[in-house]
């Protein structure tokens, strides 16, 4: 067994300031209220298909939607609600896109797993474990090469750890020195096994960066300004010339993998210990504890309330999409055309 | 005119394209110093320098992951996978993520990129270095294929796929590389989506693709002298786009149709063409559609085999002169 990484700790080098304490702030709050929103709607049958939430990995996907620059590009997976939003998506066409409303943000046609927005750099959130990893690394070699210092930020789960798209892409990304950072968000499981027992070395993401020549980073991912931290000390060096980073990040998803899940394999003592340490109540402490006031957190939370309901009312309000749009955009045309 | 050979023109066509558009850019393995395995990229390093032209490792995901991501952010990649065979360990790219994005993200993502391939047998390289592989690709909605026959067809089309708003598989022939014929000089780009009619005919219309059609004007040509019988010879060119007015037109005219297809029988492109021509010519047939194809049974290395299985000119012949 691979000795343990320890923990990175803060250096202080990217202090935040009260106003973007409270944005970060903000950005987890409207994440968690979409996410138990989008919980809520499926338990009275509203959503389609399948949905994959990530309440309770909040801090990772908040602090890199604070960090990174408006034309910077993100790649997810089918866990990718909150790494979509905190692009700049409204709650509307998310809800919108798990319950088949002409409202969602690809009108039907993806559904939760897939969703995208190119005009805020959220190219695509991947259904296929490991394959926006590559995917991802192009996107950097496309910034190297305009010489644009945009960065390419890719987020995965540990289970993606073990299939081989994920050690082609961070071989590749290494070798040319692409501008992108991938993120690993270690919650304990992939999908209904705990990730340790089906990995080598104790640390799935961080005890493999030696063998592409990257450093070993493990950081709490509930700690939100600490993942800010390392988001920008990972986008600056992405930015300079560094290179790549491979980040894990320890988190815990608060339901099971996904609907069918009602997460039952993990051990009760194991659930309640990540529960109190839930990233959303935490920030909210430590900056009470830091002197904000609670009224301003209130407001941050009543406003959240409000726009939460509303996107509800409009989603369930939208029609379901034309029948016509099943024929549309398989080609650049915008039709379905094969044949003359 | 000139003289090209196949390969030469692989290079002529990305030479001619990558000229006008500084956001083409070309990787695989081997493909920068060394040229390609098949020597179809000599030259593209030197004339466009490293950061145009690129080599990776083996890593058939990163190539096609990489070249999916630039050509979402404003690229025009052209990626190399040496053998279409390997496409089997980066299918996911071509299958589930880059033939897909563009509907699943209701028109969001535009994907203007190539990936050429090595295709098909006559090499003695065995079953997993010999496979005709484009009925893989034509079963997925969203990638158009290209599989040109002769070096000006490659120079066109490939100039052709490299312009197209669209993902194009283009299957470049292994066993023709060498053959050379006249290739138009200066801009040089053809249709996507055009059959030619390889050579004019009246009473049998045989549809061929890629190391097939030579084939099948060979064979039309003894036909012709041994048993008297004209026929047309259309070269699909592309599969997807499928140019089925050329094939209609033409079987109304000769109300025969043969098919002849490198791939294994199985729902060979040859399947689906017999399929429109059913459904659509019935009353215009004068005989059954025959299919030639390679025996649904993976390809031997050693010559006498291989050939055995790989529709040769004389089955043709004896197929077509058997018809009525």
């Not at chain 1, 980040?247 to 659930?271: L, M, N, Q």
Request: hydrophobic share 40%; glycine share 8%.
């Amino acid at each position: 067994m691979a000795k343990s990484t320890e923990k990175a700790g803060s250096s202080g080098k990217y202090p935040l300031d009260k106003s973007q304490q409270l944005e970060l702030y903000r950005i987890m709050a409207e994440c968690r209220a979409l996410q138990q929103r989008a919980h809520d709607l499926f338990m009275q049958n509203l959503v389609k298909g399948t949905t994959h939430l990530g309440l309770g990995q909040e801090a990772i996907a908040s602090a890199f939607g604070l960090a990174m620059r408006k034309d910077d590009y993100t790649f997810c997976t089918y866990r990718g609600h909150n790494h979509t939003y905190v692009r700049g998506i409204t709650m509307t066409s998310v809800l919108g896109e798990i319950m088949g409303r002409d409202c969602g943000l690809l009108r039907g046609k993806g559904g939760s797993m897939h969703l995208t927005s190119v005009e805020n750099g959220a190219m695509g959130s991947y259904a296929i474990i490991g394959a926006h990893m590559p995917i991802a690394a192009g996107a950097a070699w496309s910034a190297q090469y305009r010489g644009t210092e945009q960065a390419a930020v890719c987020f995965f789960g540990d289970g993606t750890t073990n299939i081989g798209a994920f050690h082609e892409a961070i071989n590749h990304a290494a070798i040319w020195k692409l501008p992108v950072v991938y993120v690993c968000e270690n919650n304990q499981y992939m999908e209904y096994t705990a990730i340790r027992d089906v990995t080598a070395v104790e640390n799935p993401a961080a005890d493999r960066a030696s063998a592409y020549g990257l450093e070993s980073i493990l950081v709490d991912g509930n700690d939100a300004e600490l993942m800010y931290e390392t988001a920008m000390t990972a986008l600056d060096k992405a930015r300079s010339g560094g290179g790549p980073s491979l980040i894990e990040a320890s988190t815990y998803r608060h339901f099971g993998h996904s609907r069918a899940d009602p997460g039952k394999y993990r051990p009760d003592e194991e659930v309640a210990e990540w529960i109190a340490r839930d990233p959303l109540p935490a920030y909210r402490s430590k900056l009470l504890s830091v002197g904000i006031d609670e009224s301003e957190l209130a407001a941050i939370d009543a406003n959240t309330e409000s726009m939460i309901d509303q996107a509800t009312e409009e989603a369930t309000n939208s029609p379901p999409p034309p029948d016509e749009i099943a024929f549309t955009d398989v080609w650049a045309d915008g039709g379905a055309a094969w044949r003359n | 005119m000139a003289q090209l050979s196949y390969r030469e023109a692989v290079a002529a066509a990305m030479a001619q394209e990558m000229r006008k558009d500084p956001n083409i850019v070309f990787l695989g393995e081997d493909v920068a110093a060394a040229g390609g395995v098949f020597k179809a990229t000599v030259g593209l390093l030197d004339e466009f320098g490293p950061t145009r032209v690129r080599d990776m490792p083996i890593s058939e995901q990163a190539i096609l992951g990489a070249t999916m991501g630039a050509a979402m952010t404003g690229l025009r990649p052209i990626a190399e996978i040496m053998f279409s065979d390997f496409l089997a360990v980066c299918w996911d790219l071509v299958a589930n993520e880059i033939a897909k994005m563009r509907y699943m993200t209701n028109g969001q993502v535009n994907l203007p990129l190539v990936i050429r391939a090595g295709n098909g047998g006559g090499a003695r390289f065995g079953a997993q270095h010999s496979q005709s592989v484009e009925n893989w690709a034509m079963a997925i909605p969203g990638i158009k294929v290209v599989a040109p026959s002769n070096a000006a067809d490659v120079k066109g089309l490939l100039a052709a796929s490299i312009q197209d708003p669209d993902p194009v598989l283009f299957f470049e022939q292994k066993s023709m590389y060498g053959l050379k014929c006249d290739v138009p000089e200066g801009d040089y780009v053809l249709p996507l989506g055009q059959a030619n009619i390889s050579r004019e005919g009246s009473d049998v219309t045989i549809v061929a693709l890629a190391a097939m059609v030579p084939k099948a004007l060979k064979a039309a040509e003894i036909l012709q002298d041994k048993h008297g019988l004209s026929c047309e010879v259309i070269d699909l060119r592309t599969l997807v786009p499928l140019d089925t007015k050329s094939i209609i037109e033409s079987v109304t005219k000769t109300g025969r149709l043969v098919t002849v297809e490198e791939n294994p029988r199985l729902c060979g492109w040859g399947a689906e063409i017999a399929s429109i021509a059913a459904e659509e010519l019935f009353w215009n047939l004068d005989a059954p559609i025959m299919r030639i194809t390679t025996p649904h049974i993976p390809l031997a290395s050693v010559d006498k085999l291989e050939d055995l299985m790989i529709p040769s000119v004389d089955r043709i012949v004896d197929v077509v002169s058997e018809m009525d």
